[in-house]
């Protein structure tokens, strides 16, 4: 099974921008949906950010639509989640995630939690007003 290590998080403030990079242990990590999620203290995770096995195609949450991107580098097996205009309610540790299990083509998404079989440890962001 890959492994993921999530690194970059840390204390941000609000309006700034951050980048968190995910690298994974996999060299077949070209075949893996992969996705970014949140989990916020005293709430449930939630979905933030979708990216296909190619990279070619992304999804993200409304709310941090438009303010978000998620490139990988499938030949350095690294995805990034890359977040501007910050607000304090981004506050969370982000995990990323792999879909592993089955390939669904290039351009394949999973944004549910139940889709991924592959999380690393997390990394905290704190973003201050």
């Known amino acids: 099974q890959v492994l993921l290590a999530e690194s970059g998080g840390g204390l941000a403030q609000a309006g700034g921008s951050l980048k968190l990079s995910c690298a994974a242990s996999?060299?077949?990590?070209?075949?893996?949906?992969m996705g970014w999620f949140r989990q916020a203290p005293g709430n449930e995770g939630e979905f933030v950010a979708a990216?296909?096995?190619?990279?070619?195609?992304?999804g993200y949450a409304d709310y941090v639509e438009g303010r978000s991107t998620t490139p990988r580098d499938n030949a350095t097996t690294q995805m990034y989640l890359q977040m501007s205009s910050l607000k304090p309610e981004d506050t969370a540790v982000y995990y990323c995630?792999?879909?592993?299990?089955?390939?669904?083509?290039?351009?394949?998404?999973?944004?549910?939690?139940?889709?991924?079989?592959?999380w690393g440890q997390g990394t905290k962001v704190t973003v201050s007003s």
């Open positions: 995630a792999a879909d592993g299990a089955f390939y669904r083509g290039p351009d394949y998404i999973a944004t549910g939690v139940l889709q991924f079989d592959a």
């Open positions: 996999e060299r077949t990590f070209s075949s893996y949906a």
């Open positions: 990216n296909s096995p190619s990279g070619g195609r992304t």
